[in-house]
């Protein structure tokens, strides 16, 4: 009888664990097997744009290693703050993603009042590439080099206007930046896309446009258009014979399409760590790299917190061009 009475309390305090440690379980299990259902990665633009493009090859990779789909929503309009606001608004559980670019920075200055706060309603996940703008001419143009382009427009000022796909659109904002650096005054023509902007300077309506790498490319292979600089730190590989903003007088100087994963700003450390760890991952695999060349690009590993100083310095940068320039959205 004294040896039961002496189990009793040990054997009570045994079941008390493993019924504690049952409870547990699941919690534990939920926490240690992310993603456990499919995830959900908004673009704020059109399906088969590069964005896109992108997002559906990182997409790819992560659902190949995670194990669970990463489903594209497409969600054109308003300049990408309809994606945003949607990303904002989702459970911050990791399954509401956002593959977003320049415009993130940027929309906090275009539009008034403020759209969203990105640095406090969004915490960066990691960044994925870029892609350079480049400044491309009519192929009979009578300019082949930006120095040449720069001596026209200092010699008859303003009478030299460019193509864009939209008032505030990254390609605008390049130039915009570009003016500034080279002393020069071009007149913009805001189209409402791309597709439109390079017709008309195909046409001649125009001698100039500002467009990113990949959608330039059919039309110089074609000898219709003449891209005079990338906009980038590194040659495109789109265009490799072609020289860099820097290469061409202006080093240090840099306008280019940057991608990256954020997530609505209270999604668990834990959850962003490993998402960041996944995609570091996928930005080394040959599918992904192979991608982004295609539209243009390079890969851009880095840390969550350079990608978070990224968006500050574009966000500094933008709110004073917005504000000398006074560009307004479309």
């Known amino acids: 009888m004294q040896q039961t009475d002496a189990q009793g309390p040990f054997v009570s305090r045994r079941v008390a664990l493993a019924a504690g440690a049952a409870l547990l379980a699941p919690t534990l299990a939920g926490a240690q097997s992310y993603p456990a259902k499919p995830v959900r990665v908004l673009v704020g633009y059109s399906a088969g744009g590069a964005v896109d493009a992108v997002a559906r090859s990182v997409g790819q990779a992560l659902a190949t290693s995670l194990g669970q789909p990463f489903m594209i929503d497409n969600r054109p309009g308003a300049g990408t703050n309809i994606a945003v606001k949607a990303t904002i608004d989702a459970p911050a559980d ?61 010699a008859k000022p303003g009478s030299l206007s460019f193509a864009s796909p939209g008032n505030g659109s990254t390609p605008h904002m390049a130039v915009e930046f570009f003016e500034r650096a080279a002393g020069i005054k071009l007149q913009h023509v805001p189209y409402r896309g791309g597709a439109q902007a390079l017709t008309d300077v195909i046409g001649g309506q125009l001698p100039l446009v500002a467009i990113n790498a ?39 100087f840099e306008a280019s399409v940057w991608y990256g994963i954020v997530a609505p700003a209270a999604t668990p450390k834990s959850i962003v760590t490993q998402l960041h760890a996944e995609v570091q991952k996928a930005l080394q695999t040959p599918a992904v790299r192979e991608r982004m060349a295609q539209v243009g690009g390079e890969v851009l590993p880095g840390s969550s917190e350079q990608f978070a100083q990224l968006i500050h310095s574009e966000r500094v940068r933008y709110e004073k061009l917005v504000r000398e320039a006074g560009i307004k959205p479309d």
Do not use: C, W
Not at 227 to 250: C, K, Q
């Open 214 to 252: 990949l959608e330039a490319q059919p039309h110089v292979k074609s000898g219709k258009l003449k891209v005079l600089a990338a906009l980038s730190p590194n040659r495109s590989a789109v265009f490799p014979d072609v020289p860099t903003i820097a290469e061409s007088g202006f080093p240090g």
């Open 94 to 154: 990791g399954y509401t993603l956002m593959v977003a670019a320049n415009a993130l920075a940027a929309n906090m200055a275009l539009y008034q009042p403020m759209p969203f706060d990105a640095e406090r309603d969004l915490v960066p996940v990691s960044l994925i590439g870029r892609v350079p703008v480049v400044i491309a001419a009519n192929a009979n143009a009578p300019f082949g080099t930006i120095q040449q382009l720069i001596a026209e427009a200092k």
